[in-house]
């Protein structure tokens, strides 16, 4: 998803939902192009570096920062 699309049709409770268990003081709508669901997914990303890389770990993110302008 483009982030100009994520403006447009991210829910904001479901952003919020999405960063449950993740310190953040950046869920607002001026991020919404951030959200997790404004990402490509992490399993298809893995599928896609198979041919080339193994992945050994994967961190999930306990804390979220974002500069305020």
């Known amino acids: 998803m483009s982030r ?5 049709v991210v829910d904001m409770d479901a952003f919020a939902e999405a960063m449950d268990g993740v ?5 607002v709508e001026a991020v919404r ?3 997790p669901m404004a990402y490509k997914d ?5 599928r ?5 890389a193994e992945v050994l770990e994967r961190l999930d993110p306990v804390h979220n920062l974002k500069a305020r302008r």
Do not use: Q
């Open 48 to 52: 896609a570096l198979e041919p080339t």
């Open 42 to 46: 992490a399993e298809v990303i893995r």
């Open 23 to 27: 310190y953040s003081e950046s869920v």
């Open 4 to 8: 100009g699309r994520a403006h447009d």
């Open 33 to 35: 192009d951030e959200a």
